[in-house]
């Protein structure tokens, strides 16, 4: 009897056992196809969005090219500015890399920011060249055959079973013939007249592939060279010096490192792009303005001539201090260095040029065609003027620009500094300037 009570209790316990795998099993297999049924939607949908943005920015295109007036261009401007944002966030979504995907993002990027470039120009009076009318072709041409090549591939995706394949073509890393991403490939292969847009804005293609101003001629140093330098920049013997990762891009450089430091030193020229150093800063000992010397001292030192301290910000016990270029009278906002400064010891913790490295260059400097007096009419009213400066300031292009820079209050006595052309009169930015305990700051 006692034999036959254990043998129920055991099918009883491997029955429930079994029933909660089961149960398990099922719940699973319930969610994975939730799972699977949301990817697809999301997928489907944003195929649906970017088929979408790709064809109104096709239309908004052509009528831009027989557009003749500023109100006219710059409604189509916003509506292009709009739809590749769209396009770009629907693009996001799918499921294909950036590295196939290059002259899509490039082109979403940049249509919509050419095309306020040029609402901008319209506005200030400015005619539109036939080259710049000409681009505005190409784009057109592009976002057709960009649209025209998504809508086939959304044919495509629209079949039974079509994101499910892809997922699995996704989880199994199949070659890249067999997924979305080459498909959007194939599209960008027939892309053979893509214009290079030189333009006033971030995605213009001389940012993307510019290179510096300093280092253009200067020649290739050795990697000990490098570190030789390295080590005077941090005043320690070149053997500490450990190999670290080098930098490609705009500005190759030598990577080192030591202990808590990393340091990069251009393969052009040999200049110190950027070192820090991380350690924990102690008990204060030193104010702004002992940190400001300190960072002066390191900067003559180290072959820096002729720059002016601007704002700065402290975090953790460092003080970071920004420098710009002094050009005569005309502060060049464009070349900055940076150098943060530990208010323990006052060593320096930190030094960043590359601002400094890009567009330091020699300058001729035009006498202004206005005087102060001239461009502060330009003002609000709602401003007090405390006083005037000429600078040069950086555009969203890497270009620059010549102002009057002029320090103000507003309304609510908060400190704002407004930049306006000396040649043109035209606003080129405002910037408020943030003071709190930690430094000063603009935004």
């Not at 996001?92 to 899509?104: G, R, V």
């Not at 670290?244 to 110190?272: A, H």
């Not at 260059?361 to 003002?379: N, S």
Request: net charge negative.
């Amino acid at each position: 009897m006692l034999r036959k009570k254990l043998l129920v209790k055991i099918i009883s316990y491997t029955a429930a056992a079994f029933a909660v795998v089961m149960g398990y099993a099922i719940q699973s297999n319930y969610l994975m196809k939730q799972y699977r049924t949301k990817v697809e939607y999301t997928y489907s949908s944003s195929l649906e969005d970017l088929s979408a943005g790709l064809n109104n920015i096709d239309v908004a295109l052509k009528k831009g090219i027989y557009s003749g007036t500023a109100t006219q261009l710059s409604s189509l401007s916003a509506q292009l500015w709009k739809e590749s944002g769209t396009a770009k966030s629907a693009l996001a979504q799918l499921p294909a890399s950036e590295e196939e995907l290059t002259t899509i993002n490039r082109f979403l990027s940049q249509v919509g920011d050419y095309s306020l470039y040029l609402s901008k120009k319209v506005i200030s009076g400015e005619d539109i060249t036939d080259e710049q009318r000409d681009n505005l072709t190409k784009l057109s041409q592009a976002a057709n055959t960009i649209s025209t090549g998504v809508s086939d591939v959304r044919m495509k995706y629209e079949e039974q079973g079509a994101w499910t394949s892809e997922m699995s073509t996704q989880l199994s890393e199949a070659t890249i013939t067999e997924g979305f991403g080459y498909s959007l490939t194939e599209i960008e292969d027939t892309l053979t007249d893509y214009p290079t847009l030189v333009y006033d804005g971030p995605f213009s293609d001389n940012i993307l592939t510019g290179e510096s101003k300093m280092l253009a001629d200067a020649q290739d140093v050795s990697k000990e060279d490098a570190r030789n330098i390295a080590s005077t920049a941090l005043d320690i013997t070149p053997d500490t010096l450990q190999d670290d990762t080098d930098e490609d891009g705009k500005m190759p450089s030598f990577g080192f490192k030591v202990d808590n430091t990393v340091i990069s030193v251009t393969k052009k020229g040999g200049y110190v792009v950027y070192f820090r150093k991380d350690r924990t800063v102690g008990e204060y000992q030193l104010t702004y303005d002992q940190a400001v010397e300190k960072a002066q001292i390191y900067l003559t030192e180290h072959g820096y001539e002729n720059l002016e301290q601007s704002y700065y910000f402290t975090d953790e016990g460092m003080c970071a201090i920004n420098f710009a270029y002094k050009y005569g009278v005309t502060t060049c906002y464009t070349d900055l260095i940076k150098v943060g400064v530990a208010l323990d010891t006052g060593e320096v913790l930190m030094f960043e040029a590359r601002g400094y490295l890009m567009n330091h260059e020699a300058r001729t400097i035009a006498t202004p065609k206005y005087t102060a007096d001239e461009a502060q009419e330009v003002l609000s009213k709602q401003l007090t003027v405390i006083g005037s400066d000429l600078a040069i300031i950086p555009t969203a292009g890497e270009e620059e620009r010549h102002c009057w820079e002029f320090h103000c209050t507003g309304q609510a006595g908060e400190e704002i500094l407004v930049y306006v052309n000396t040649v043109t009169l035209q606003e080129e930015d405002i910037l408020i300037l943030l003071k709190t305990d930690g430094g000063t700051l603009t935004k």
